[in-house]
Protein backbone atom coordinates (compact mmCIF):
# COMPACT_ATOMS: atom_id res chain seq x y z
CA UNK A 1 0.00 0.00 0.00
CA UNK A 2 1.60 2.94 -0.78
CA UNK A 3 1.91 5.82 2.26
CA UNK A 4 2.43 10.04 1.27
CA UNK A 5 5.51 9.25 2.64
CA UNK A 6 7.29 6.62 0.00
CA UNK A 7 6.64 3.87 -2.60
CA UNK A 8 5.80 1.33 0.25
CA UNK A 9 6.57 1.95 4.18
CA UNK A 10 8.22 4.59 5.24
CA UNK A 11 10.92 6.89 3.65
CA UNK A 12 14.41 6.14 4.38
CA UNK A 13 15.41 8.85 6.71
CA UNK A 14 16.15 12.16 5.57
CA UNK A 15 14.68 11.41 2.34
CA UNK A 16 11.55 13.97 1.79
CA UNK A 17 8.36 12.96 0.88
CA UNK A 18 6.84 13.19 -2.51
CA UNK A 19 4.57 15.94 -2.16
CA UNK A 20 6.88 18.24 -0.33
CA UNK A 21 8.24 19.45 -3.33
CA UNK A 22 4.64 20.78 -4.64
CA UNK A 23 4.71 24.10 -3.07
CA UNK A 24 8.18 24.90 -4.71
CA UNK A 25 6.59 24.10 -8.01
CA UNK A 26 3.87 25.89 -7.42
CA UNK A 27 5.91 29.09 -7.13
CA UNK A 28 7.67 28.22 -9.58
CA UNK A 29 5.19 28.09 -12.31
CA UNK A 30 3.31 31.14 -11.04
CA UNK A 31 6.34 33.31 -11.16
CA UNK A 32 7.00 32.30 -15.11
CA UNK A 33 3.32 32.80 -15.42
CA UNK A 34 3.74 36.37 -13.68
CA UNK A 35 7.16 36.69 -15.70
CA UNK A 36 5.28 36.52 -19.02
CA UNK A 37 2.56 38.41 -18.71
CA UNK A 38 4.03 41.61 -17.25
CA UNK A 39 7.18 41.39 -18.82
CA UNK A 40 9.04 41.81 -16.56
CA UNK A 41 10.59 39.94 -13.10
CA UNK A 42 12.27 36.27 -13.88
CA UNK A 43 12.83 36.63 -17.51
CA UNK A 44 16.72 36.53 -17.41
CA UNK A 45 17.00 34.25 -14.02
CA UNK A 46 14.55 31.57 -15.72
CA UNK A 47 15.82 31.65 -19.19
CA UNK A 48 12.89 34.08 -20.63
CA UNK A 49 14.25 36.14 -23.65
CA UNK A 50 13.06 38.99 -25.62
CA UNK A 51 13.56 38.09 -29.01
CA UNK A 52 11.86 40.12 -31.68
CA UNK A 53 9.04 42.26 -31.66
CA UNK A 54 6.01 40.24 -30.53
CA UNK A 55 7.20 37.48 -29.55
CA UNK A 56 9.20 35.81 -26.79
CA UNK A 57 10.91 33.22 -26.57
CA UNK A 58 11.03 30.28 -23.31
CA UNK A 59 14.04 28.15 -23.64
CA UNK A 60 14.84 25.71 -26.40
CA UNK A 61 12.81 27.87 -29.25
CA UNK A 62 8.92 27.58 -27.89
CA UNK A 63 7.57 31.08 -28.46
CA UNK A 64 4.67 32.55 -26.93
CA UNK A 65 2.67 35.84 -28.67
CA UNK A 66 3.51 38.79 -26.79
CA UNK A 67 0.19 40.50 -26.89
CA UNK A 68 -2.99 39.16 -28.25
CA UNK A 69 -6.10 41.65 -29.09
CA UNK A 70 -9.30 40.78 -29.21
CA UNK A 71 -12.30 42.66 -30.96
CA UNK A 72 -15.59 40.93 -31.30
CA UNK A 73 -17.78 41.81 -34.35
CA UNK A 74 -21.20 40.48 -35.62
CA UNK A 75 -20.14 42.20 -39.21
CA UNK A 76 -16.59 40.56 -39.78
CA UNK A 77 -17.91 36.62 -40.07
CA UNK A 78 -20.61 36.06 -42.74
CA UNK A 79 -23.86 34.99 -40.95
CA UNK A 80 -23.36 37.42 -38.73
CA UNK A 81 -26.72 39.00 -39.57
CA UNK A 82 -28.38 36.00 -39.50
CA UNK A 83 -27.27 34.89 -36.06
CA UNK A 84 -27.94 38.16 -34.67
CA UNK A 85 -31.62 37.68 -36.13
CA UNK A 86 -31.96 33.85 -34.28
CA UNK A 87 -30.80 35.07 -31.29
CA UNK A 88 -33.28 37.84 -31.03
CA UNK A 89 -35.84 34.92 -32.18
CA UNK A 90 -34.70 32.82 -29.39
CA UNK A 91 -34.79 35.35 -26.31
CA UNK A 92 -38.80 35.90 -27.82
CA UNK A 93 -39.36 32.12 -27.55
CA UNK A 94 -37.85 31.60 -24.40
CA UNK A 95 -39.78 34.98 -22.78
CA UNK A 96 -43.12 33.36 -24.59
CA UNK A 97 -42.51 30.36 -22.88
CA UNK A 98 -41.36 31.77 -19.61
CA UNK A 99 -45.20 34.14 -19.58
CA UNK A 100 -47.00 30.79 -20.26
CA UNK A 101 -44.90 28.95 -17.47
CA UNK A 102 -46.09 32.10 -15.57
CA UNK A 103 -49.58 31.87 -16.23
CA UNK A 104 -49.57 27.73 -15.19
CA UNK A 105 -47.45 27.82 -12.01
CA UNK A 106 -50.55 31.05 -11.20
CA UNK A 107 -53.13 28.47 -11.81
CA UNK A 108 -51.52 25.48 -10.10
CA UNK A 109 -50.81 28.07 -6.70
CA UNK A 110 -54.03 29.35 -6.79
CA UNK A 111 -55.92 25.15 -7.43
CA UNK A 112 -53.51 24.08 -4.60
CA UNK A 113 -54.40 27.01 -2.29
CA UNK A 114 -58.11 26.68 -2.70
CA UNK A 115 -58.26 22.61 -2.29
CA UNK A 116 -55.73 23.29 0.84
CA UNK A 117 -52.86 21.17 -1.19
CA UNK A 118 -49.87 22.31 0.29
CA UNK A 119 -47.87 20.37 -2.01
CA UNK A 120 -49.61 21.48 -5.09
CA UNK A 121 -49.57 25.14 -3.76
CA UNK A 122 -46.08 25.05 -3.18
CA UNK A 123 -45.58 23.45 -7.09
CA UNK A 124 -47.17 26.83 -8.40
CA UNK A 125 -45.28 29.05 -6.28
CA UNK A 126 -41.96 27.84 -7.45
CA UNK A 127 -43.03 27.58 -11.00
CA UNK A 128 -44.31 31.46 -10.68
CA UNK A 129 -40.79 32.61 -9.56
CA UNK A 130 -38.62 30.27 -11.62
CA UNK A 131 -40.58 31.61 -14.71
CA UNK A 132 -40.27 35.21 -13.35
CA UNK A 133 -36.66 34.43 -13.12
CA UNK A 134 -36.06 33.21 -16.50
CA UNK A 135 -37.54 36.23 -17.97
CA UNK A 136 -35.50 38.75 -15.85
CA UNK A 137 -32.31 36.64 -16.81
CA UNK A 138 -33.37 36.74 -20.76
CA UNK A 139 -33.80 40.76 -20.33
CA UNK A 140 -30.94 41.34 -18.58
CA UNK A 141 -28.82 38.39 -20.62
CA UNK A 142 -27.13 40.95 -22.83
CA UNK A 143 -26.71 43.76 -20.29
CA UNK A 144 -25.09 40.91 -18.24
CA UNK A 145 -22.54 40.01 -20.81
CA UNK A 146 -21.74 43.04 -21.65
CA UNK A 147 -20.74 44.14 -18.33
CA UNK A 148 -19.00 40.44 -17.86
CA UNK A 149 -16.88 41.23 -21.77
CA UNK A 150 -16.23 44.90 -20.15
CA UNK A 151 -15.07 43.92 -16.51
CA UNK A 152 -12.68 41.39 -18.67
CA UNK A 153 -11.12 44.22 -20.68
CA UNK A 154 -10.18 46.39 -17.90
CA UNK A 155 -7.45 43.39 -16.90
CA UNK A 156 -3.56 43.98 -17.57
Given at each position: MRSLTGEFGSAPSGAKPWWWSLPTLAQTILGLVGAWSTGQGLQHRQGLQHRGKGVRRLGAGLALPAAVQLNPSTKDLPGGQELQTLTNGLGGWALMFSLAALVVGAAIWALGSHSQNYQQSYVGRRTVLVSALAAL??????????????AGTKFH
Open positions: LIGAAPILINFFYD
